[in-house]
């Protein structure tokens, strides 16, 4: 990672947005938006720092200190081991893995404070999302303190609909390229993502509104929202990709480094979205009543 991405990261961190359900959610995921636009990896590495700080408020963890990055590094609950106090082995996944000062990593169902351990030399040998750094980390025996449920608790959806606010700038960021467009079909395509775009943010909206009326998910809604949203959001974001695509062709692929870089970022920052697998959990908790 450079160092201007890491200066960028601390600058951005500097003053966190509101946490989820503050009532402020919608100011949240309007800043990670527009993080995602000027920049996808900066805006997962600042994500993931302001991820952190919501679940330690939310389960009354450390008390982050001025100047420090946290990570939230949760791919492969079961890729570590705790004994008496220490972790040990191979996180993969770990964005920030050479900038965060610390993280909070799962260790089966549980989060834990560390320190970071060292991060594994071409372990994110990546072209999209190159710069998020998301090595695999190393932990020898590295203490650990115990934090809270990572999934057990609202604000684990909370903060999986606001991945959704990152896609969304990311698209609108690859989007910005049409705008302007003369040729007909381009401009056809220019305005079916004008829709897709304004249908995303009222879903993110009104997402962000249903949190802070409810944010101790009283109602027994947060995974259904965070499940909706984050597949309209993702089907927004895909549809985008594919008609810029269309209407451009290969030549700002080629040519304009980027939005190859943005192109490329978010079709790998998707994936975050696990697809048939999730629209089949949605399914599953589907009724029909609240059509």
Not at 17 to 43: C, I, K, N, Q, Y
Not at 96 to 103: R, V
Not at 210 to 225: L, M, N, Q, V, Y
Request: charged fraction near 25%.
């Amino acid at each position: 990672m450079g160092d201007g991405m890491g200066r960028r990261v601390r600058e951005a961190t500097a003053e966190a947005p509101p946490v989820p359900g503050s009532g402020g959610t919608f100011r949240r995921w309007t800043a990670l938006a527009a993080l995602a636009e000027e920049d996808l990896s900066l805006a997962r590495l600042c994500e993931g720092h302001f991820d952190a700080l919501a679940i330690l408020d939310e389960l009354d963890g450390p008390r982050p200190r001025p100047g420090e990055v946290w990570g939230v590094w949760a791919a492969k609950p079961d890729a570590l081991t705790l004994d008496g106090g220490r972790v040990s082995g191979v996180k993969p996944y770990c964005s920030g893995a050479g900038l965060c000062t610390n993280a909070l990593v799962t260790v089966g169902g549980d989060l834990y404070a560390v320190t970071p351990g060292t991060p594994v030399p071409g372990t994110w040998p990546a072209t999209g999302m190159a710069a998020s750094d998301s090595r695999d980390v190393r932990f020898d025996g590295v203490p650990a303190r115990y934090v809270g449920p990572y999934v057990d608790r609202p604000g684990f959806h909370h903060g999986g609909a606001g991945v959704a606010a990152v896609w969304y700038g990311g698209a609108r960021g690859v989007a910005r390229r049409l705008v302007g467009a003369s040729d007909p079909h381009a401009r056809a395509h220019l305005g079916a993502v004008d829709v897709a775009l304004h249908g995303a943010l009222a879903v993110l909206r009104e997402a962000a509104g249903e949190i802070d009326a409810d944010p101790h998910d009283r109602k027994g809604t947060a995974e259904t929202r965070a499940l909706r949203v984050r597949a309209h959001v993702a089907a927004v974001a895909a549809d985008v990709l594919d008609r810029v695509g269309r209407a451009l062709g290969a030549g700002p692929l080629s040519h304009d480094a980027a939005h190859g870089r943005r192109v490329a970022d978010l079709a790998v920052y998707l994936r975050q979205h696990h697809a048939e697998r999730d629209l089949a959990a949605l399914g599953a908790r589907v009724d029909g009543r609240d059509w």
